[in-house]
């Protein structure tokens, strides 16, 4: 079998949703485990997070799949729902939805439910992503509340610079001002507003990035916060190659040696998850060493500096992201961010959830 494996360590989950519990003690967590658990398994996010007061994810098909294992907490899809259709099964697994469009609004009017659903009713506070503008959001509200299908409203927004230097007070401000006269539940804060802006704790937190184990602030490092990564992506050296002064690597020969260079070839590449755009110099871990990727990442295949680690042969461990280099780093390095390099993890990965 190939050697490549994302580990999931579900003590780190657990120890990271109880830093999120402790820095925010007065208001509910609800654990967004959207995308798959942002990469590692819907089913080992919410095994590791089973103490969280609620989840998050997008699809009904998530939200089933979630009650079917057994989880009683509130359920919250994040986007609401696509179609009439769903309405029945919401009710019935008693899932709880967000509303965002007049659309939603008007097909919740016309629907003949069981039994009412509890919703998160979203502002629109600048993002101009999802959710309603400040000045249309009263009239809404008064509809929803005499909605028959509507039970618990809470009403939420979603903060579109809370990890950069602009922060949150307008958005905030806005849903203040807005939101004033109703003595409804708030949900308003993603990790990054959690770690920085205890204003926006409210009744409920929404903490996603933080509870995997990488910072959701760029000048941050996860381990300034106390989180723990949880994934650890590794492989194995399947090939050793040495080059001579002047000799290059890989497709388009993107590395060239000005002195002789040991190279060792690992069995991970983009079709893995593994970032293409990471240029030469990308951190990465050999038997446990730092060292560096050159050349560019192939399908299948990533080259590795080994020059300096003798011990280094076919067979030898590779750490991708996780314990010695983390996720932040390799974003950091291939210009994008932890979220993407994790959801993009493939499925042919194999996946395995340790204590
Ligand atoms: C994804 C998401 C979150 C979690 O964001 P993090 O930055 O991962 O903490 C919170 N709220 C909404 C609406 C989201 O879509």
Redesign the pocket.
């Known amino acids: 079998m190939r050697p490549i494996q994302a580990t999931i360590s579900l003590s780190a989950l657990e120890h990271n949703l109880a830093v999120a519990k402790s820095k925010t003690p007065h208001s509910k967590v609800m654990a967004?485990v959207?995308a798959n658990g942002?990469g590692h398994g819907l089913l080992n996010a919410a095994k590791g997070l089973k103490a969280a007061d609620g989840f998050?994810i997008l699809g009904l098909d998530e939200a089933l799949t979630l009650r079917a294992a057994g989880y009683k907490q509130t359920i919250l899809m994040?986007e609401g729902f696509f179609s009439v259709d769903e309405l029945p099964v919401i009710s019935e697994q008693g899932i709880s939805i967000?509303v965002h469009s007049h659309k939603q609004v008007e097909m919740l009017e016309s629907a003949n439910l069981a039994a009412p659903i509890a919703i998160h009713f979203k502002m629109n506070t600048g993002m101009n992503r999802l959710g309603f503008k400040p000045q249309d959001f009263e009239s809404i509200l008064a509809r929803l509340k005499v909605c028959k299908n509507v039970a618990d409203i809470t009403l939420?927004a979603?903060f579109a610079t809370?990890?950069e230097s602009l922060g949150i007070a307008k958005s905030l401000a806005v849903f203040k001002q807005a939101t004033q006269s109703h003595q409804h539940p708030h949900s308003l804060a993603?990790?990054?507003a959690?770690l920085r802006f205890p204003e926006a704790h409210a009744d409920w937190v929404?903490?996603?990035?933080?509870l995997y184990g990488t910072s959701?602030i760029s000048e941050e490092s996860a381990a300034g916060f106390d989180l723990k990564p949880v994934m650890q992506f590794t492989s194995e050296i399947i090939s050793v190659q040495k080059l001579e002064v002047g000799e290059s690597l890989g497709y388009g020969h993107r590395f060239t040696a000005t002195k002789k260079t040991q190279i060792g070839i690992v069995a991970c590449g983009y079709a893995d998850g593994y970032p293409r755009h990471a240029p030469n110099g990308t951190p990465i871990v050999v038997a446990g060493k730092l060292t560096q990727t050159l050349g560019r990442v192939s399908m299948d295949m990533l080259f590795v500096d080994i020059t300096a680690i003798s011990e280094a042969e076919i067979g030898t461990a590779v750490e991708m992201w996780g314990n010695i280099v983390s996720v932040d780093d390799v974003a950091h390095s291939a210009g994008t961010i932890s979220?993407e390099l994790l959801c993009a993890v493939a499925p042919r990965v194999p996946v395995k959830a340790i204590a």
């Open positions: 967004v959207k942002y998050a994040l967000v939420m979603h809370a990890d993603n990790s990054a959690l929404r903490a996603g990035i933080m959701p979220y």
